[in-house]
């Protein structure tokens, strides 16, 4: 199944989008979409931090219709 | 009120001070983040902040909430600013009140090591060679945890 994945900053210079599709397994978790999106580009992390629906997630929590789901690079707030 | 925020104009660091004042409040804790002319050995000339927005003021607002546990009867804004800074601009405010010193600082710093570690803000540093970077400063606990479970 696809899964459209917000993209920010770094991750973003790196895919060269901000938004990016990928093909994860079914059931669909984060665990699915976090080895897609690492498999995009040999720059990125091999397990990049997820949120779905604006809340960091982990490998077990499943995706459905309508989440958001985002790939977050190391934060540098403040 | 108590409030988190996301902003882009500048940060008027009297008016948040103002916001947190009142008859209960004997103490006003301050944070003030500013942009700082070096890294490492590079000469910094400015940064872009930018943010997952709806995330960022949910992340902000959590932490908000849980530094009113912390202090009890605190009151505390917290506003981080994204877009394109200059060196010496301020990036982020926190202001914490609380009838006692203590608890302000607590609730103070605590805000403001939780946004570091948790908001999903990024920042890319502009040098005087003309190049930019993004910091990927984070060794931070979430990244962390997220990373491995």
Known sequence: ?78 | MSRAAIVTDAIAVGAIVDEVRGARQGAIATFIGTVRNSSGTRTVTGLEYSAYAEMANREMNDILHEALALASGAEIVAVHRVGKLNVGDICVIIAAAHPHRAAAFDACRYTIEEIKKRVPIWKREQYADGSTEWVEACSDAVHNAGATT
């Open chain 1, 1 to 78: 199944m696809k899964v459209t994945v917000r993209v920010f900053a770094s991750y973003a210079d790196t895919i060269g989008a901000d938004r990016v599709t990928v093909t994860v397994p079914e059931p669909r978790t984060v665990g699915g979409v976090r080895a897609a999106v690492a498999a995009l580009s040999p720059a990125l992390p091999p397990r990049p931090l997820i949120a779905v629906n604006e809340t960091y997630a982990t490998d077990d929590v499943p995706i459905a219709e309508g989440d958001e789901v985002a790939v977050i690079p190391p934060v540098a707030g403040g």
